[in-house]
């Protein structure tokens, strides 16, 4: 017999070829060869074939289970492991001078993100390769490898694509001190305050939101700085959102070339499409959309050998044929990603020319769409599906709450006229494809989506729940099934393309949740979950005190929805293939998807190009980036405008809910505000509290009364940091006399997962948030 083989050919020693190795030779190779690590590979290198590949997948499915192995995508990793590509921050230089770099995102459970070297090629060398040379403060796509290097960082890297160059600057809010000097109060809570000269000033002045850069440190005092630009006063609200923009380094401003270019585009006209005028797709959005990228319609389907079948429509704009591969637009739109909406703006994906004018599906005006007729049978069942490349005219603008009341009885005199022909048939095919969506049973998580309305003077009006209507599920649930369709078609045509996927839950995450449950006298199952194992939970507490709770619960469990070139299907959704086609103005990974379409389908100009299909490793891991800044922006940006709403506040009383439990204290949430807030365990009293991770608790060691996640308490606002976003709590509450099992097992002193946290007088609450 001979030797498995290593990466260059050579011999594995010690590895008998054709046998599956033992499970530390497994994890070695993994470890080792990031690139290879996937089942087809590690059986080519140990020359596996039949019947002991099925061995192999045991062995692997073994090292999952035990927690040594995770799936990324289609490869596996060691936990906490870097995937083959990522997007890396280049924060500093080692000793020696050389790039270090730390992922993008990185989850906290994972400990401290590892350090990355980066490896620049130089010379000839540089020349041959044509590496990207990145710098300090650069974002950039890089291909990882482990260090074998000893005394290093864990990792290699090398540079595949820079995606931003950022300078050494920071954000902070200017003060005028009494020298004469001026003081920068960073925004970032990690930064320390910075001294400004005189000379170094600019136009700022007192109470501005600046950005500066340190022009040098000297051996006392604090850092010295200049300013860079100012944005605007921080003592308008509208200057909020301007904050988490600048802080998390997204494009706001489109270069001159690139509104050239959108200024000069003209309406495509009826070259390379069908005239699809006269069918009356409409369009149904919120009630203040400017832009308008999806129309629907829909019909009984007359053919014999589908009765009571459907038949749906869904168009999508044809941004593909105004934003073509490798133009100003659309390396501005990569840049970009998607859109970001703030409360009190948009940052767009694409300039207004092109999202608000030639893209938006304008009520009785000639638009390009992609779109796609679906058949279904009467028991909601796709029977087939076609893509056209049309020309259409829209034959209303709806809003989801007008459609919505035409149909229950409330027709106005825009709505009356459509209702039978357009709307009912819109709402009886909504009825068919809902016995698919139950039959298939997506995740149900019952997590109402909390809305700020503001002032015209951009401070926060009021906080609100929308109500979540039928004609927005409607919607939904047509969406999803075009994005389905337009998946499935790429996979047929063998055309390569970025699929929306999300894995299923962590086996980590699945014991950490299966523990919480077993404290309520619930149980999750074992084995290959599917997302209706975790619907029969979320049933048996409708209506229980700890609803809210469990939907939390089960939230935290779920895995990130990421894009991919490989498929792992959407566990979420429980689809096979799923892909995003229905939003190219806004995202994207949607316009790649109608390229794909366009280029596979032979439908004329703006398809796909060779050069991006070899470059969707890059530009899936740079969207997926670039898509959790957004929800990081938007999510900040909120904070601190419920922060700034109740800063004058301190000292009110407010309901709260635990919405959090930590070793530290608790996170309650406002449900009134949709904002979280921190309580420091050394406010809860003179007690020892013990964190109890699988009730999610902290319990008095004496008292037996303590906090569990999902109590309601009466909490006094304390402390209010605006530009942070932060809120401190006191508990106004007694805590609740903890369940005898829980203070029995405490007692017991097994506490493998639950930590003795003494109440320290006069403790610094963390600043961050959860």
């Not at 090292?63 to 799936?71: R, V």
């Not at 209303?396 to 209702?419: E, F, H, R, V």
């Not at 420091?680 to 009730?695: F, M, Q």
Request: hydrophobic share 35%; with cysteine.
């Amino acid at each position: 017999m001979k030797a498995g083989s290593d990466r260059s050919g050579g011999k594995l020693p010690g590895i008998i070829h054709g046998e599956v190795p033992p499970r530390e030779i497994l994890l070695s190779f993994i470890q080792d060869n990031p690139d290879r690590a996937n089942k087809r590979d590690i059986a080519k290198a140990f020359g596996l074939k039949g019947d002991t590949r099925i061995e192999l997948k045991a062995a692997l499915r073994g090292l999952e289970d035990d927690g040594l192995l995770e799936k990324n995508r289609k490869s596996l990793t060691r936990p906490g492991a870097l995937p083959p590509v990522t997007v890396l921050d280049i924060t500093t230089r080692d000793v020696d001078g050389m790039l270090i770099g730390r992922p993008a995102e990185w989850m906290d459970e994972n400990g401290v993100a590892p350090a990355v070297l980066i490896k620049q090629s130089q010379g000839a060398d540089r020349g041959r390769t044509k590496a990207p040379i990145g710098g300090i403060g650069d974002r950039v796509v890089a291909k990882i490898f482990p260090n074998k290097e000893r005394g290093g960082p864990a990792y290699t890297g090398r540079i595949i694509k820079i995606i931003d160059k950022r300078k050494n600057s920071a954000l902070g809010v200017y003060r005028e001190m009494e020298d004469g000097k001026g003081r920068i109060l960073p925004i970032d809570r990690r930064a320390f305050e910075m001294d400004v000269d005189p000379e170094f000033r600019g136009d700022a002045k007192e109470g501005d939101l600046v950005e500066v850069e340190s022009v040098r440190v000297g051996q006392y005092g604090l850092q010295r700085a200049r300013v860079l630009s100012v944005v605007g006063s921080v003592a308008t609200e509208k200057a909020i959102s301007m904050i988490a923009i600048h802080a998390h380094g997204i494009p706001h401003v489109f270069p001159p070339h690139v509104l050239r270019e959108a200024e000069a585009a003209e309406q495509a006209g009826m070259a390379h499409r069908e005239d699809w005028r006269k069918i009356p797709l409409i369009t149904i959005d919120p009630a203040d959309a400017k832009d308008h990228d999806d129309a629907v319609y829909a019909e009984p389907d007359t053919n014999p050998d589908n009765p009571g079948g459907v038949i749906v429509t869904v168009a999508i704009a044809d941004v593909s044929w105004y934003v073509r591969p490798g133009s100003p637009l659309d390396r501005e739109a990569l840049k970009r990603g998607n859109s970001v909406y703030f409360p009190d703006r948009v940052v767009p994906m694409l300039p207004e020319r092109i999202s608000n004018d030639l893209c938006s599906l304008r009520e009785g005006e000639d638009r390009p769409a992609l779109a796609v007729r679906m058949v279904f049978s009467k028991d909601g069942k796709k029977a087939g599906h076609t893509f056209h490349r049309i020309m259409m005219k829209s034959a209303a603008k709806l809003s989801y709450q007008q459609a919505q009341a035409a149909i229950d009885g409330n027709a106005d005199d825009k709505t009356g006229p459509m209702l039978e022909p357009i709307l009912r048939p819109l709402w009886d095919a909504y009825a068919t494809m809902l016995k698919g969506r139950e039959r298939r049973q997506p995740l149900e998580l019952d997590m109402p989506e909390r809305k700020i309305k503001l002032k015209e003077d951009g401070t926060v009006d009021t906080v609100y729940v929308p109500p979540r209507l039928d004609a927005h599920k409607l919607i939904e649930e047509m969406m999803i099934q075009a994005n389905v369709a337009a998946a499935e078609t790429l996979e047929q045509r063998k055309q390569t393309l970025i699929y929306r996927v999300h894995d299923a839950p962590s086996l980590a995450k699945q014991e950490v949740l299966r523990e919480f449950l077993g404290t309520l006298e619930m149980s999750l199952a074992h084995g290959n979950l599917r997302s209706n194992h975790f619907n029969q939970i979320l049933q048996r507490v409708v209506g229980k005190p700890y609803e809210t709770m469990v939907n939390e619960m089960v939230l935290r469990s779920q895995s990130q929805a990421i894009y991919s070139p490989e498929n792992i299907g959407h566990f979420g959704l429980n689809l096979l293939k799923y892909a995003h086609f229905t939003s190219p103005i806004r995202r994207y990974a949607d316009l790649i998807v109608h390229r794909a379409l366009v280029a596979s389908l032979h439908f004329g100009p703006g398809g796909l190009t060779p050069e991006e299909e070899g470059q969707l490793d890059d530009i899936a891991a740079e969207i997926s980036t670039f898509e959790r800044r957004a929800m990081a922006a938007e999510r900040e940006t909120v904070d601190r405008l419920i922060a700034h709403h109740l800063a004058d506040r301190i000292g009110q009383e407010f309901d709260g809910r635990v919405s959090g439990v930590t070793k530290s204290g608790l996170f309650v949430s406002l449900p009134a505000y949709g904002a979280d807030g921190f309580v420091p365990i050394s406010t809860l009293g003179s007690d020892y509290y013990i964190y109890d991770e699988a009730h999610q608790a902290l319990t008095g060691e004496k008292s037996g009364l303590g906090y569990r996640l999902g109590d309601m308490v009466r909490v006094r606002l304390a402390d209010a940091i605006p530009l942070a976003g932060a809120l401190r709590f006191d508990v106004l509450s007694e805590g609740r006399q903890m369940p005898t099992a829980m203070r029995s097992f405490h007692k017991s002193g097994r506490r493998s997962s639950r930590d003795a946290v003494r109440k320290k007088p006069g403790t610094r609450p963390p600043r961050g948030r959860r």
